[in-house]
């Protein structure tokens, strides 16, 4: 009988060892858990605010590319008609005779 009890005595304390284990790894497991949450969390806002930033900076670009464009049919414009011009002067009979 002393056996017995004394197994018996065995086997809580072996059944109290592994649940206080068990409990413990449950709550690292509960906080690595929310450890990995809050770093999500974050690597989120990163994202966010990294994607943000590139659509600001591609709409300047964008932006600068229309005004560059636009100064360079501006440019093109102008010298075609400028080309007209000099076209039309050299195409006229030059007259230096001083008329009397």
Do not use: C, G, W
């Amino acid at each position: 009988e002393k056996k017995l009890k004394a197994r018996v005595q065995e086997l809580v304390s072996a059944l109290e060892r592994l649940t206080k284990s068990s409990e413990i790894r449950h709550q690292q497991s509960a906080e690595f858990v929310n450890d990995l949450k809050r770093a999500n969390s974050n690597l989120v806002a990163a994202y966010e605010k990294a994607k943000k930033k590139h659509q600001n900076k591609l709409k300047k670009l964008e932006s600068q590319m229309m005004a560059m464009v636009e100064r360079h049919e501006t440019q093109v414009r102008m010298l075609k008609q400028r080309i007209a011009l000099l076209e039309e002067e050299n195409s006229r009979p030059h007259t230096n005779e001083t008329s009397l």
